[in-house]
């Protein structure tokens, strides 16, 4: 199984920027496609976008494409979520996962992070 950790949330005003990383351990890294979802209060929790191995495909949501960029360091077991250009409808706690497709959906989903709570208010 492979452990993922979240950190880099925080508070923002609208226009910054956050890069949230995660980092794993356990089972090769390198053969998941990594993944971030986001959850707002009241809402359906949403997919931010995902990254194959060795970052040669990414795919996006629509509400953060041209804001946010996926990456990701197989050499560190680590994947960044870099968010430009933050709005208030971005707070939420995102998430990290593990998974083994590029659809965003959640049945594709092998393991999950904790959550890290980014706030984008003035």
Do not use: H
Request: aromatic fraction near 10%.
């Amino acid at each position: 199984q492979v452990q993922l950790v979240e950190s880099g949330g925080g508070l923002v005003q609208p226009g910054g920027s956050l890069r949230l990383s995660c980092a794993t351990s356990g089972r090769t890294f390198s053969s998941y496609v990594m993944s971030w979802f986001r959850q707002a209060p009241g809402k359906e929790r949403e997919w931010v976008g995902c990254v194959t191995w060795g970052g040669g495909a990414k795919n996006y949501g629509d509400s953060v494409k041209g804001r946010f960029t996926i990456s990701r360091d197989d050499r560190k077991n680590t994947v960044y979520l870099q968010m430009n250009n933050l709005k208030p409808e971005d707070t939420a706690v995102y998430y990290c996962a593990a998974g083994t497709s590029l659809s965003g959906t959640e049945d594709s989903i092998v393991a999950w992070g904790q959550g890290t709570q980014v706030t984008v208010s003035s």
